[in-house]
């Protein structure tokens, strides 16, 4: 089974909340003919109009960051704000499975939850 596309993607879920080509561009302020190009693969978007495009499509900025090979710059702040414990983290980490990663990112929010 081959991987879903950004472009392939995007085109699904906007079909699957019905919301026209032209629709969905003056949404996140770029053409309809954009939005053709970037659903068909022809176009590379930002990481500031997959934001838009993840709002206007009510979904996870992440799930396109990730679909385009992308890093959100507000998660780079953090890499390069931490950049040695990033790093080391990850390289910890890299054994986790799904469900240990879900419990690590309760455990985050649970001690940015008490930093308020």
């Keep these: 089974m081959t991987r879903e596309t950004?472009?392939?993607?995007?085109?699904?879920?906007?079909?699957?909340?019905?919301?026209?080509?032209?629709e969905l561009g003056?949404?996140?302020?770029v053409s309809g003919v954009h939005i053709?190009?970037?659903?068909?693969?022809?176009?590379?978007?930002?990481?500031e109009l997959l934001r838009k495009i993840a709002g206007a499509l009510e979904i996870n900025v992440?799930?396109?960051?990730?679909?385009?090979?992308?890093?959100?710059?507000e998660v780079l702040k953090v890499i390069r704000g931490n950049s040695y414990a990033v790093h080391d983290f990850l390289r910890t980490a890299k054994g986790?499975?799904?469900?240990?990663?879900?419990?690590?990112?309760?455990?985050?929010?649970?001690?940015?939850?008490?930093?308020?």
């Design 6 to 22: 950004l472009g392939q993607m995007i085109f699904r879920l906007r079909t699957e909340k019905k919301i026209g080509v032209r």
């Design 26 to 29: 003056r949404k996140v302020d």
């Design 36 to 47: 053709s190009s970037i659903e068909k693969d022809k176009a590379r978007p930002s990481p």
């Design 62 to 73: 992440d799930r396109l960051m990730v679909r385009a090979d992308q890093i959100d710059p």
């Design 96 to 116: 986790l499975k799904k469900e240990q990663w879900e419990e690590l990112k309760k455990e985050a929010q649970k001690m940015l939850d008490k930093n308020k």
